[in-house]
Structure formats: C-alpha cells, structure tokens
C-alpha cells in the first residue's frame, strides 16, 4: 500500500481506498464525515494535520501508525462517537482541542514523551472515568479537562510541576487526587469539592 494511505470501512464492510498527499481535513470531511465505522492509517503517515478529522460524528475506532510523530490541534475534535484512542509511543506533541468534545470517549492511552497536556485537549470528554499522566509530563495546561465530568480516578506524577487553572474544573466525580508537594496548583485548577493531598518525603 502507498504512503498516506486512509482505509475506510463502510456501513457494508466494504473497504474503500483513499490515497491522499498530503493527508488534510478535506479527505475525512468530504469523503468519511458522514461514513460508519473505523479508520486505518498505513504508511509512513508521521502527522495527523489539525482539523483532520473534526467533526466526524460517526467514526468509532482509529488506528494509528507508530510512525505518527505528532496529532494537530482539534485533530479529532466533536468526534462523538469515538470510545477510545491508544497513542503511539513515539508522540511527542498533541495539539489544543484534540479531543475536545469526544463524549464517548471512555479509554486513552497516553505514551510517555509528551511533555504537555495542552488546553482544552479534553475539554467536554464527559465519558473518560481514569486518567494517567505519564512521568514526561511536566505542565497540564487551563482547561485540559474541564467537564469531564465522569472522571474519578487521576494519577498525576511528581514530574509534574504545575497544573494551570480550570485544567479539571466541571470533574463533578473527582473527589480526591494526590499530588507532589513539588507542583504549583493554579487557582481554581480543581472544583472546590475534591480534596488535595501531598505526598510525603521519606526521612533520610
């Protein structure tokens, strides 16, 4: 199969073969945005280009390549009925509103590489329950998880050095996260109703 290449399964099964170069918001939204089903990148795909797949309200499952570098701003924004997303290992920048609105979206694997967890990235997920920040992360940026309101359970480690505000205002169900004594908490970076605790230093 040719470089770029976009498999699309259809509301019969039928595999559909779209080559694009570049690959950019045109394909998904003229040719899928109005498809079932699921999407296979192949190739040497590197990019996922802003705006690529905003808005495809009926795409469920995505595959990304190891080869996938990088994710663009609201790169899969308002896709409602996406339920999940494994990112590859070799990422290291995902975009602003990536996943913004995806209500659906319940699982995500993050790799450890990033270093930031941009605005609004998952503004709106109101399906996410669990959240692990990898040990790259050093800033969760404003708003990265407002209104997720489903979220219970965040594991944020010590790399982390500061947590902008409203970054996990509207998470109605956190209750409770523990946190370094070494990370700067920005003002109203959490609903007021979930209790912060520090971890301890072990005496020498």
């Not at 990422?91 to 941009?118: A, K, M, N, Y």
Request: proline share 6%; glycine share 4%.
């Amino acid at each position: 199969m040719k470089d770029n290449t976009i498999w699309y399964t259809t509301t019969d099964n039928q595999p559909i073969i779209i080559n694009s170069e570049p690959l950019g918001p045109q394909v998904a939204y003229h040719q899928y945005k109005n498809g079932v089903g699921a999407i296979h990148l192949c190739g040497d795909v590197t990019t996922i280009n802003p705006w690529m797949f905003y808005n495809c309200y009926n795409l469920y499952s995505i595959e990304l390549p190891d080869s996938i570098k990088s994710i663009g701003h609201s790169a899969f924004m308002r896709c409602s009925a996406l339920t999940s997303i494994s990112i590859p290992k070799g990422v290291v920048s995902i975009g602003r509103d990536c996943f913004c609105d995806c209500s659906q979206l319940s699982t995500v694997l993050f790799p450890d590489g990033i270093t930031t967890i941009e605005p609004f990235t998952f503004r709106g997920c109101e399906s996410l329950s669990t959240i692990t920040i990898p040990e790259s992360v050093n800033k969760i940026a404003y708003c990265a998880f407002e209104e997720c309101t489903m979220l219970s359970e965040l594991t944020i480690p010590a790399s982390t050095s500061i947590i902008e505000p409203y970054a996990f205002s509207g998470c109605l169900k956190l209750k409770e996260v523990t946190l370094s004594p070494t990370t700067e908490i920005c003002e109203e970076a959490f609903d007021s109703s979930c209790t912060i605790k520090t971890t301890t230093t072990p005496s020498a």
